[in-house]
């Protein structure tokens, strides 16, 4: 069983809030719009990171972090990517691949809104968790933790922040 913290658009922020349930989980997943190395060496110092960059990410970020992540946790496949839009309305550049193979759990940040939708015509979960950091025009910070447990993702938690 693994335990995961999701979160997305830090923008170069990262607190002792965030830090605290860094601590508590297994894998730390970012879906883009990291902002900072900051941001990922506080993270990397407590736990293992998986990330993606972001439409804001510099070109440091961009060398570390692919634009998609795909890997299998357990036994569930995964696919993070920062713009990949909703059930009904994926962003066109995922949207044949997605379709021809798609994973169990569909993971993008980007709009600063936290969702959790299942697709049912292609039987995946989807995930946004909003974002974590202080940029941008959402009112309370949000992450996500989860465990995943053979093919089980499970314990679905939403963790709101102090208002940005």
């Given at each position: 069983?693994?335990?995961?913290?999701?979160?997305?658009?830090?923008?170069?922020?990262?607190?002792?809030?965030?830090?605290?349930?860094?601590?508590?989980?297994?894998?730390?997943?970012?879906?883009?719009?990291?902002?900072?190395?900051?941001?990922?060496?506080?993270?990397?110092?407590?736990?293992?990171?998986?990330?993606?960059?972001?439409?804001?990410?510099?070109?440091?970020?961009?060398?570390?972090?692919?634009?998609?992540?795909?890997?299998?946790?357990?036994?569930?496949?995964?696919?993070?990517?920062?713009?990949?839009?909703?059930?009904?309305?994926?962003?066109?550049?995922?949207?044949?691949?997605?379709?021809?193979?798609?994973?169990?759990?569909?993971?993008?940040?980007?709009?600063?809104?936290?969702?959790?939708?299942?697709?049912?015509?292609?039987?995946?979960?989807?995930?946004?968790?909003?974002?974590?950091g202080k940029h941008g025009f959402h009112n309370i910070r949000t992450?996500?933790?989860?465990?995943?447990?053979?093919?089980?993702?499970?314990?679905?938690?939403?963790?709101?922040?102090?208002?940005?």
């Open positions: 069983m693994k335990k995961i913290l999701l979160l997305s658009d830090t923008h170069g922020f990262i607190d002792n809030q965030i830090l605290k349930f860094v601590k508590q989980a297994d894998e730390v997943w970012h879906a883009g719009d990291i902002g900072s190395l900051e941001v990922i060496d506080a993270i990397k110092k407590l736990k293992p990171l998986r990330a993606v960059y972001g439409n804001i990410d510099n070109a440091l970020i961009r060398t570390e972090y692919p634009l998609d992540a795909i890997f299998t946790v357990e036994k569930v496949t995964v696919w993070i990517t920062h713009i990949g839009g909703y059930p009904n309305r994926y962003n066109l550049r995922i949207k044949e691949e997605i379709f021809k193979n798609p994973p169990q759990l569909f993971i993008s940040g980007h709009s600063h809104i936290l969702k959790v939708i299942f697709d049912k015509k292609l039987n995946l979960l989807h995930i946004n968790p909003g974002a974590a992450m996500v933790r989860f465990e995943i447990n053979e093919e089980n993702i499970s314990n679905l938690e939403i963790i709101e922040l102090n208002k940005r």
